[in-house]
């Protein structure tokens, strides 16, 4: 375990930010306030096996109704320290995804490290059979235009938050780059033996 990667979490009010993370990290079940900014602090698996501390700071959600007042966007200096960031969108609330499309495009534009992690999930999968109303293909389409990964979650079931924070862990946490130089061949080359007299 090394250094400490420091994620934001973003998205619209209500749409279940805090109880993913409670969920994911405490196991806990809400209901839970609203947040105005908390900090969670995990060690969460990878998928090479070892764990990696990863500070989350949970945002107070956005508001699209105030938009014209620049809500959409989140505050400059967290682009400037934050390693990556994770946006939350409700299925059943088409404007808390067009709140996530316009987080991601502010990330882009402002982003001051050149290698963001950026993973985008929806939550409250457990409605999606009577009040869905984010298309999943609608979704997953602009998520591969974006560039960035998408999950489907349930902050009500701990087992759908697994495989996004392993991703998110193993993203901000790559192995380490194997050495570009040629492997030179230290060792005594076996010369082969010359026919000795009397051979043909």
């Given amino acids: 375990m090394g250094k ?7 998205g619209a009010k209500k749409c279940g930010k805090t109880s993913i ?10 209901p839970f306030h609203a947040t105005l900014e908390d900090i969670y602090v995990a060690n969460v698996d990878t998928d090479r096996g070892t764990r990696e501390k990863i500070r989350f700071v949970d945002l ?3 508001d699209d109704e105030q938009s014209s007042t620049g809500a959409r966007e989140l505050p400059r200096h967290w682009h400037a320290i934050a ?3 994770l ?3 409700a299925i059943d609330d088409e404007r808390s995804f ?11 534009r402002n982003r001051e490290k050149k290698d963001v992690v950026v993973v985008v999930l929806g939550n409250k999968l457990d409605l999606s059979n009577t009040c869905r109303e984010v298309n999943s293909v609608q979704a997953l389409n602009w998520s591969v235009r974006e560039r960035v990964k998408l999950f489907e979650v349930s902050s009500l079931h701990r087992e759908s938050l697994y495989e996004p924070f392993v991703y998110l862990s193993s993203r901000l946490n790559p192995p380490p780059s194997k050495s570009t130089f040629p492997q030179l061949n230290i060792g ?8 000795g007299a009397g051979e043909v």
């Fill in 21 to 30: 993370l409670e969920q994911a990290i405490n196991g806990s079940v809400g």
């Fill in 83 to 85: 390693d990556g960031f």
């Fill in 188 to 195: 005594r080359q076996k010369h082969q033996a010359k026919p």
């Fill in 4 to 10: 400490t990667s420091k994620v934001v979490v973003c």
């Fill in 60 to 62: 107070e959600g956005l």
């Fill in 87 to 89: 946006i939350v969108y």
């Fill in 98 to 108: 067009q709140l996530a499309e316009a987080i991601r495009r502010d990330v882009e």
